[in-house]
């Protein structure tokens, strides 16, 4: 008989199409909210995307507050510096628009806001989870990138300012209560960001897919979500105005999120998040980096689930043993990786060779690791970086 295993991890509310985000007021006045207090990022402020939902929501007489002191990968001081701020004001929703950084780090500030304390003792490695008991505020969450899925995802990384690792905060109750899906909130997204995200969502659909926490709907949503990013994400780098393909991006990465938010992710992001900790590389960059060497490395032990991830991907897999098509896929994920502008080689993009054995020994303590469908050693993963350095 298999194990008992709980999926409760899915919004109340999905709100896409173009022009969504207008109906932001009505969405937080369901929520029964009247004072609303918004996270995003200091670029995004000073743009109308912000300005115009801001105004909108004040016009329908709901009191806002801006917090936007937040760094492309969110600090600890800025959670606790957001959470008191939220405490000074006393909202009764969150409202975070951004990339990934912006939503996680209100997760983040919700549950210091909510619980005390400071953001390090909600980690799940030192088991905060058990911690995030009382209410939380309702988080609407709109995204302005498609990537990291943090719009429908109960996980919230925030970087330890002293120590330079990224701390996970995940209990299911963080997913947002409404995540709103506009694709008109990405179109300005300039070419290299688009091809960044975009390669992040791929490789969570990628890891979703593939990952040893076995949940059939989440394979499902991962191999759409594989079909929609590779058919659309050249199209959304090359002709950022092109709407169709940004309302594919940002649906595709969603479905992403929604699937890996149950099955979590592998040693593609264990591996990936110490470039950007030790080496300040964008989050999507470092996934792209790593993720054909990690398929190449997963598919020795069984080629098949790579092969159906060819298959999604386009390539004609017709005739092919599993492990064929397997490599055929890699060459496709390598194809799609410079036909956006991803560099190649970690040296190239400013990673030193001393960076790389702090980096092996972090990858292997990244919880995040602990998904993979392979188990990894220390050799293996040096081997790893070594090959795309
Ligand atoms: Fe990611």
């Known amino acids: 008989m298999s194990q008992v295993r709980t999926f409760a991890a899915w919004p109340n509310r999905i709100v896409i199409g173009q022009g969504s985000a207008q109906q932001l007021p009505d969405e937080i006045r369901l929520l029964k ?24 929501v004040e016009e329908a007489g709901i009191a806002v507050q801006v917090f936007s002191e937040i760094s492309p990968n969110p600090l ?10 939220i405490n000074d004001f006393h909202p009764d929703v969150l409202v975070a628009v951004g990339g990934g950084s912006p939503i996680d780090a209100a997760k983040a500030a919700n549950v210091v806001a909510t619980h ?30 498609s990537g990291t899925g943090s719009e429908v995802s109960s996980g919230s990384l925030v970087t330890d300012s002293k120590l330079h690792i990224k701390m996970s905060i995940n209990v299911w109750r963080l997913v947002p209560a409404v995540s709103i899906i506009d694709p008109l909130m990405t179109v300005s997204m300039p070419p290299k960001l688009t091809a960044f995200t975009g ?24 191999l759409e979500a594989i079909r929609v990013i590779s058919r659309s994400l050249r199209k959304a780098v090359y002709d950022g ?86 490599l055929r896929g ?36 990244d919880s995040i690791t602990n998904f993979n469908p392979r188990r990894s050693t220390a050799e293996d993963v040096e081997r790893l970086y070594r090959s795309i350095f």
């Open 33 to 56: 909210g009247t004072k609303a207090f918004f996270i995003t990022d200091e670029f995004l402020r000073r743009t109308d995307l912000v300005a115009g939902l801001v105004q909108k």
């Open 76 to 85: 600890d001081v800025e959670v606790e510096k957001a959470a008191a701020a």
């Open 116 to 145: 005390g304390g400071v953001a390090k003792d909600y980690w799940v490695l030192a088991g905060g989870s058990a911690k995030i008991t009382g209410p939380l505020l309702p988080l609407i969450a709109i995204p302005t990138t």
């Open 199 to 222: 390669m992040d969502a791929l490789t969570h659909a990628i890891e979703a897919y593939v990952s040893n926490v076995f949940f059939v709907p989440s394979r499902g949503l991962a």
């Open 241 to 326: 105005n092109n709407l169709q393909a940004r309302e594919d991006m940002a649906v595709g990465s969603m479905t992403a999120g929604l699937g890996f938010v149950h099955t979590l992710l592998g040693l593609v992001h264990g591996m990936a998040h110490q470039l950007s900790t030790i080496c300040n590389f964008p989050h999507g960059l470092a996934n792209g980096m790593v993720l054909p060497v990690v398929m190449k490395y997963n598919m020795e032990i069984d080629p098949q689930p790579y092969a159906d991830i060819a298959a999604a991907m386009g390539v004609n897999v017709h005739g092919l043993t599993p492990r064929e098509a397997a």
């Open 330 to 365: 890699i060459e496709e994920v390598i194809g799609l990786s410079k036909d956006v502008g991803l560099p190649q080689r970690l040296s190239e993009a400013g990673v030193k060779e001393e960076d790389i054995q702090p980096m092996v020994e972090r990858a292997l303590k």
